[in-house]
């Protein structure tokens, strides 16, 4: 079946605005993460959503940071006033029993 | 904040040698994995070890887990130009309310001449 998919695959955008990515999961996988990665750096966990439970939002950096599952499929997760640290490629995952994850290709976000 | 760190940062072999890098972790783990990513996008899951067993196997793949030295290691054999890319471990703490959530290390850059 399809894996992972997110949108845009790339996001250039001011300094300021606000964006949003998109997530796309594997069709029935239960959980739902969202990680970032910058220039040369490993992966930062920003935020995990399993289920109907609350989310575990203790890796957003900054209140700028939000995300939001609906209807237990697609996730966005959004910035605010975004910032020039904030340019990473944002990497969505989805999982069945939270083992093994799969990953998206991606989106590129350049705040200039 | 991170939970791996791999070791060599960097990694350059011939084809036909075998690649192996190492990943240490800090805390206790439920499971142990290990991700490949091509030209900085999405990751392709290699293979999970759990904290209860010491080797496993998949293809040219090979993975120990030392839970008391806190260590893994990957070893790829027979290297191909085709496995140049990063390569990170990636831990599933025990516990808590964050099950499933997936601790990464700054991953090794391997790079196979053909």
């Known amino acids: 079946g399809a894996g992972v998919s997110q949108s845009p695959s790339n996001k250039v955008t001011e300094k300021g605005k606000d964006v949003e990515l998109r997530c796309d999961p594997i069709?029935?996988?239960?959980?739902l993460y969202w990680y970032r990665q910058s220039l040369g750096q490993g992966l930062e966990f920003l935020i995990y959503?399993?289920?109907?439970?609350?989310?575990?939002k203790s890796g957003l950096p900054s209140d700028r940071f939000s995300a939001e599952r609906t209807g237990g499929s697609v996730s966005t997760l959004t910035i605010q006033r975004t910032q020039q640290e904030d340019s990473a490629v944002y990497l969505c995952?989805?999982?069945?029993?939270?083992?093994?994850?799969?990953f998206g290709p991606g989106t590129r976000l350049l705040v200039l | 904040s991170q939970q791996g760190e791999e070791d060599p940062q960097a990694l350059s072999i011939q084809e036909g040698e075998n690649a192996t890098m190492n990943c240490s972790y800090k805390?206790?783990?439920?499971?142990l994995q290990w991700y490949r990513q091509n030209s900085g996008r999405g990751l392709v899951h290699l293979i999970l070890?759990?904290?209860?067993?010491r080797e496993k196997h998949s293809g040219r793949l090979r993975v120990t887990l030392d839970t008391s030295k806190k260590s893994s290691s990957l070893l790829i054999t027979a290297s191909r130009a085709a496995d140049t890319a990063s390569y990170f471990c990636?831990?599933?703490?025990?516990?808590?309310?964050?099950?499933?959530?997936?601790?990464f290390g700054r991953g090794t850059q391997l790079t196979v001449w053909p």
């Open positions: 995952a989805s999982s069945y029993r939270a083992e093994t994850q799969y």
């Open positions: 805390t206790s783990i439920n499971n």
């Open positions: 959503f399993q289920g109907n439970s609350a989310p575990d």
């Open positions: 070890i759990r904290s209860n067993e």
């Open positions: 069709s029935g996988h239960t959980a």
């Open positions: 990636a831990t599933v703490r025990l516990g808590g309310s964050t099950l499933g959530r997936l601790y």
